[in-house]
């Protein structure tokens, strides 16, 4: 058994998200003793933009590679190869000006790469090339959006549902954590509702 986590908040202490993330990585750890874990905190350790050069060496053949384009795509290759490896992948994010925070979007245009987790088929449709990975994203939200009046202006967990699963990752749980700010009394609720699903697991 592989764990893979993905941290994404901003706030390295105090952080709503990375708090449950941890929870959740007890239990797992207390479910699967033997598992082999990758902790990828990718505020503390940055991934880098894609570049212009990315870009071509995911549109290369490799035997076509020079040297540029190699160490221009090693990043991509890493971060891909950790993914593959994962049976269970942790990711937790909380939500920026309603959207993806840029330090996990970062992280997800290294590792959304044609033929490498995604391909195209005849009819120009995509298909998933990663299958099996069991995946918990944890979110968090300083106002409330699960509600009719708010619920379009959340881009974070559609976005995440959706890119993951081009690239074939579909089994997902997500448990958001809402109204860390502006909200305690839901807030409280959906981390309780939260904390209830990971000790059922």
């Known amino acids: 058994m592989n764990i893979l986590r993905i941290d994404a908040s901003s706030r390295t202490e105090q952080s709503s998200s990375r708090s449950l993330a941890d929870t959740l990585l007890k239990k797992l750890i207390t479910d699967y003793p033997e598992?082999?874990?990758?902790?990828?905190?990718?505020?503390?350790?940055?991934?880098?933009?894609?570049?212009?050069?990315?870009?071509?060496g995911f549109y290369t053949p490799e035997d076509q590679?020079?040297?540029t384009l190699r160490d221009a795509t090693k990043q991509s290759d890493i971060l891909i190869e950790e993914l593959k490896s994962a049976d269970i992948l942790v990711i937790s994010s909380p939500m920026y000006n309603f959207g993806t925070p840029s330090a996990l979007k970062a992280w997800v245009d290294q590792i959304v790469?044609?033929?490498?987790t995604f391909g195209v088929a005849q009819d120009n449709s995509f298909y998933g090339i990663l299958n099996n990975i069991k995946t918990y994203i944890i979110t968090s939200a300083g106002a409330v959006y699960n509600n009719d009046q708010m619920k379009?202006?959340?881009?974070?967990?559609?976005?995440?549902?959706?890119?993951?699963?081009?690239?074939?990752?579909?089994?997902?749980?997500?448990?958001?954590?809402?109204?860390?700010?502006?909200?305690?009394d839901i807030f409280e609720k959906t981390k309780k509702e939260a904390l209830t699903i990971i000790k059922n697991l």
């Open 35 to 56: 598992a082999s874990l990758v902790i990828r905190d990718i505020i503390k350790h940055p991934i880098t933009h894609i570049t212009q050069e990315t870009i071509e």
């Open 113 to 116: 790469r044609i033929n490498h």
């Open 65 to 67: 590679f020079t040297e």
């Open 152 to 184: 379009s202006y959340d881009f974070l967990t559609p976005y995440l549902k959706t890119v993951l699963g081009l690239i074939g990752i579909t089994d997902i749980t997500v448990l958001p954590l809402e109204g860390t700010s502006l909200a305690p």
